[in-house]
């Protein structure tokens, strides 16, 4: 079974930019659709983009289109989310899974935007 583990979220200020990764254990997930999703306090837990196993197709949330990136290197096994020009609502746990969700969610990673 895959094993996800988020990293690179932080404290930054609105307008600033973080990049997270997702490294992936186990089986490859070459064949896996990826997404990140991301759960803000109070609030359930939402898709934010995916990315099919072939990186060219790519899916985002209304709110983060045009702002974050999604990517993946099979190789590596790694996924990322270049986020940009972030603003307070950004303010959430980040997790990566498959998409459509089939794996336990892991710790995920804390991103939190200031004013």
């Known amino acids: 079974q895959v094993q996800l583990v988020e990293s690179g979220g932080g404290l930054v200020q609105a307008g600033g930019s973080l990049r997270l990764s997702c490294a992936a254990s186990?089986?490859?997930?070459?064949?896996?659709?990826l997404g990140w999703f991301r759960q803000a306090p109070g609030k359930g837990r939402e898709f934010v983009a995916a990315?099919?196993?072939?990186?060219?197709?790519?899916y985002y949330a209304d709110s983060v289109e045009g702002r974050f990136t999604i990517s993946r290197d099979n190789r590596k096994n790694t996924l990322w989310l270049q986020m940009d020009s972030l603003t307070l609502e950004d303010t959430a746990v980040y997790y990566c899974?498959?998409?459509?969700?089939?794996?336990?969610w892991g710790q995920g990673t804390q991103v939190t935007v200031s004013s």
């Open positions: 990315v099919g196993w072939v990186e060219s197709n790519t």
């Open positions: 186990g089986r490859p997930f070459i064949t896996l659709a």
């Open positions: 899974n498959t998409a459509p969700v089939t794996l336990p």
